[in-house]
């Protein structure tokens, strides 16, 4: 199943994919895609109640926003350095256990809502990412039963300003939290529509230039160990999410290196979980043209 949310910020309604790509409003099922949601067994309970209901729901115009499939989580637990290649390329080592830091949830926006680059910023710099949804309650879980505790995927872009990164001090989530720094979506695909998460194309394009192009095969740490790493530190609530890490590609990585700029498009996507798009505004240049 592919679960969307549709309308304006702040309005969104819950939505679903048909497998012929009819897009239907759910609204009836009198639930939308939180944490009580996916800890009440709601995906399963969802398709049930569509083997009766769907042909009454309205169908979504395709014209309309879609934002993230999800409501606000209580956190978004971010993957360093978990491409063997990225890895090379940040001029880092290899790490010998997930590199954990977070990004608020105030980060997050739909799919393809424009990207600001923060006042300030000189280095805004790009991350496709594969994510994972918590679909049940995890603390310390082993990881041959990580898997259970996963509802599904989304597609991710891990935005991050590098100078707040690792140019001043503390620690990373300076650098990822800025507002719509975490498009998710197009939709969340829940487990059984992706036959093998670790063997998935990924890709990132700035201006119609292929800047990312690799493969989850690539994952130092799978999504198991990830899961049950993550439960030991701390509890995993349903809604959560987990976001992997990102292949080779990414501007600071370049040589010269390169960052984002107002008017630039990024699109990009992961095998079975669709693509996004996002338009670059300057802060700058918002306020110059409101003001």
Not at 60 to 77: A, M, N, Q, T, Y
Not at 146 to 161: C, K, T
Not at 212 to 226: A, E, V, Y
Request: aromatic share 8%.
């Amino acid at each position: 199943m592919k679960l969307i949310r549709f309308g304006e910020p702040g309005f969104e309604k819950p939505g679903v994919i048909l497998n012929d790509g009819k897009r239907i409003d759910v609204s009836a099922f009198e639930a939308d895609f939180d944490e009580q949601f996916f800890g009440s067994e709601g995906p399963e309970r969802l398709e049930s109640w569509l083997e009766s209901n769907a042909s009454g729901c309205p169908v979504i115009d395709s014209e309309v926003r879609l934002g993230s499939p999800i409501i606000r989580p209580s956190k978004i637990v971010c993957i360093g350095l978990n491409y063997a290649k990225h890895a090379e390329e940040s001029g880092m080592a290899k790490p010998n256990e997930p590199v954990l830091f977070f990004k608020s949830t105030s980060a997050i926006v739909g799919p393809n809502d424009d990207l600001v680059i923060p006042r300030g910023s000189k280095k805004t710099d790009w991350e496709v990412e594969l994510a994972v949804v918590i679909g049940k309650k995890a603390s310390y879980v082993e990881e041959e039963n990580a898997m259970s505790h996963v509802a599904g995927y989304v597609l991710h872009n891990d935005y991050s300003e590098r100078a707040f990164q690792l140019e001043r001090e503390g620690q990373w989530v300076k650098g990822k939290s800025n507002d719509t720094f975490a498009p998710l979506g197009p939709f969340l695909a829940t487990q059984d529509e992706i036959e093998d998460p670790h063997n998935l194309n990924l890709w990132l394009k700035v201006n119609g230039e292929m800047m990312q192009n690799s493969n989850t095969n690539d994952l130092i740490f799978k999504i198991p160990h990830l899961v049950s790493y993550v439960s030991q530190f701390m509890t995993l609530l349903p809604g959560d999410v987990i976001s992997t890490g990102t292949p080779f590609g990414v501007g600071l990585g370049l040589n010269p290196q390169r960052y984002l700029k107002h008017g630039d498009v990024v699109e990009l996507g992961i095998d079975g979980l669709g693509t996004s798009k996002q338009h670059v505004k300057a802060y700058e240049m918002i306020m110059a043209n409101e003001n």
